[in-house]
């Protein structure tokens, strides 16, 4: 698997409006754009810094993951993301090492990636997102 760097970390929060005013206000970053991703029932707002972004994260629904996340662990990082050369390469070498995966095939992500997530049992507690983008 070749990882190319740090695509970005997740952060989520209960507001993205709120969220992002430290971002903007106090470090000067600017926020790309905001995406509704149906699917995770999420809403992500983006600063790119470098190569690599911030990506807030905003619950649309009660039941949607990152809600869940915030009602048990607050508001806060909620995964990092390593870009990836080839996702389903990738996929297919850490299911032959034995890693679990939340994710067996790449689904749809945020800017049109690939993404697919690696049980957070197997890093420590740690979500580890798997990101391929063109």
């Known amino acids: 698997m070749k990882i190319k760097h ?5 952060i989520a929060v209960r507001s993205i409006d709120e969220g992002k005013k ?6 000067g970053l600017e926020m790309e754009k905001t995406e509704v991703i149906e699917e995770q029932k999420v809403k992500t707002g983006f600063f790119p810094i470098t190569d690599s972004e911030i ?8 039941d949607g993951p990152v809600a869940k996340y915030i009602e048990s662990r607050g508001e806060g990082v909620q995964h990092i993301a390593f870009r990836v050369e080839n996702i389903k390469e990738a996929l297919r070498e850490l299911k032959e090492k034995g890693v679990r995966l939340i994710d067996q095939e790449p689904r749809k992500g945020a800017g049109g990636a690939r993404i697919a997530f690696i049980h957070p ?13 063109e």
């Open 121 to 133: 049992k197997e890093t420590h507690g740690v979500l580890v997102e798997l990101c391929e983008r």
């Open 22 to 27: 430290f971002y903007t206000d106090i470090l």
């Open 6 to 10: 740090i695509d970005h970390i997740g």
């Open 55 to 62: 990506e807030l994260l905003e619950s649309t629904e009660p």
